[in-house]
């Protein structure tokens, strides 16, 4: 009886098949890292444009006025999130301050908690220091009234300012990415230098999360993915010092970003 002779594979062969594999993970490992990043990024979109919904729906009810930064003046709040809503969950001051912020003011429109989660961004309780708690989308200064001091503009931190304030409403960001625990107050000098990498407050990534870029929502609802070079264009400027007008002779001057200040034509 002629025994058949069975062919196995060589240890060079092996090797080949091996080092194909390897380069085509190579390949495709990236492409699903960035097709998965893409799926976030449209959630993310969704997210912001329930928000922006919500906000506009709030502006209906209540004499054409966006939301106010949070219930309260610069120096206290003293109303508290309820069970189920994002107080309770993003905080403002302390670990174990729940504070009425937008988020709860427009609560009702959007009922829904995890929809100021940024899916790219995740729990942010798991980050360190002041970090922890903090919400991952950033509410315009200069539309809650919170910031209108420093574009120039008299105080108005417990009212939001009108629909009729705000000069350019498809070109003024309303709501945008951002990871901080103050996003009830954030601004053009805020974002500008946390999307640099300059901020010590807030890493680079969590203020661009998708393909070094940040999702928007503008003051007239509709939503829009930017780069964020294009969002900071030429307003670089990184100083400290608050424009006392809107008409800001510095070409760089931050607080005059047409992108976040809603008071410039």
């Known amino acids: 009886m002629q025994r058949r002779k069975v062919r196995a594979f060589t240890l060079i062969e092996l090797l080949v098949v091996i080092a194909i594999i390897s380069i085509l993970a190579a390949i495709l490992f990236p492409v699903f890292a960035r097709a998965r990043e893409s799926?976030?990024?449209?959630?993310?979109?969704?997210?912001?444009?329930?928000?922006?919904?919500?906000?506009?729906?709030?502006?209906?009810?209540?004499?054409?006025h966006y939301p106010t930064a949070f219930p309260g003046k610069h120096d206290g709040n003293t109303q508290w999130a309820k069970a189920g809503m994002p107080g309770m969950r993003f905080s403002v001051e302390t670990l174990n301050n729940h504070s009425v912020t937008w988020m709860d003011v427009i609560f009702p429109y959007v009922k829904s908690v995890e929809v100021f989660i940024c899916p790219s961004v995740g729990d942010t309780r798991e980050l360190s220091g002041h970090q922890q708690n903090a919400a991952t989308y950033a509410y315009n200064g200069g539309i809650n009234g919170y910031d209108n001091d420093r574009y120039g503009r008299p105080l108005n931190n417990s009212v939001g300012n009108t629909l009729a304030s705000v000069q350019r409403p498809a070109e003024v960001a309303l709501v945008w990415d951002y990871t901080y625990r103050y996003n009830h107050q954030s601004n053009a000098k805020s974002w500008t230098t946390a999307a640099t990498g300059n901020s010590a407050n807030v890493p680079v990534q969590f203020a661009t999360p998708h393909f070094e870029g940040a999702n928007f929502t503008f003051a007239d609802g509709h939503v829009k993915w930017l780069k964020n070079t294009a969002a900071i264009g030429k307003y670089r400027n990184t100083s400290p010092t608050f424009i006392t007008k809107p008409d800001c002779n510095t070409s760089d001057c931050v607080w005059y970003n047409p992108l976040f200040n809603p008071f410039v034509d």
């Open 39 to 64: 799926a976030r990024r449209a959630s993310c979109l969704s997210n912001l444009r329930q928000i922006g919904l919500g906000m506009m729906q709030y502006t209906q009810d209540y004499d054409e």
